[in-house]
């Protein structure tokens, strides 16, 4: 199975605080993989360090595709074919539903673009209705929807989720994690960074626990699920 993302030993300092200590982890071809962890784990920062978002690492290697691109600029490494749906959505307010989507493929303006769109809206018939509408006025749920829907128009190679289920409602929720299954059904290797370890864990294929800026353990999402120190601390009541 060929690697799409390899990090080894990547250690990251905001300042003095030492946020990520020698994470090493690996997303394959078709898989979904989750990284779960409490508050302050370090789960956002590492998606932010794949994604250059946060500058310079202090050492360590990050691959996509085999390339190296730990140090590249983060528009570069987007146009790599790395997408992500970022805490808290960061969709344009302002703009329509369509109009977000069609940002989502400005790196790859062509004549596939339509043929994305068809297939976001198929994903989400709800942005199908309400394509005109300002994205400020959609609800939460739509929102995210929207979110992931403008990463899939990037026609990425991987799509990394930091928390798609925040602040959404069960039912909500729900949805979001049978299409994140669909999309990598469809072929699409998925990042997934949750709180929601519970529902992580029941469509991702293998996960990552994370315990201030360490991988503590790793495994099959099914032997995490049954792992009694993850049970205990990650998917008791409360969580
Ligand atoms: N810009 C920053 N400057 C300094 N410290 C930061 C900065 N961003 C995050 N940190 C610290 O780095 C650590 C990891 O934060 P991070 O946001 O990665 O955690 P997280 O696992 O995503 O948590 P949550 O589940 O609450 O989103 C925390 O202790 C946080 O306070
Ligand atoms: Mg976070």
Known sequence: MSKVLEIKDLN???????A??????????????????ANGAGKTTTLRAISGLIGH???G???FMGERIDGIKPHKIASLGLSQCLEGRHIFTNL?????LNMGAYLRKGPDVKNDMDYVYSLFPRLLERESQRAGTLSGGEQ???A?????MQKPSLIMMDEPSLG???????????IIKKINNDGMPVLLVEQNSNAALKVADRGYVIETGEIVLTDTAEKLRNNEEVKNSYLGAGH
């Not at 990520?20 to 962890?37: A, F, P, Q």
């Not at 329509?96 to 977000?100: C, P, S």
């Not at 959404?168 to 049978?178: H, K, R, T, V, Y």
Request: avoid cysteine; charged fraction near 20%.
């Open 61 to 63: 290697e990050i691959r």
């Open 148 to 152: 992931v829907g403008r990463a899939l």
């Open 57 to 59: 690492i202090t050492s």
């Open 144 to 146: 995210q929807m929207l």
């Open 168 to 178: 959404l409602a069960p039912i909500i929720i729900q949805g979001i994690f049978e």
């Open 20 to 37: 990520l200590k020698g994470i090493s982890l690996d997303v394959n071809e078709n898989e979904i993989v989750t990284l779960i962890g």
């Open 96 to 100: 329509t539903v369509r109009e977000n």
């Open 12 to 18: 990251f300092h905001y300042g003095e605080i030492h």
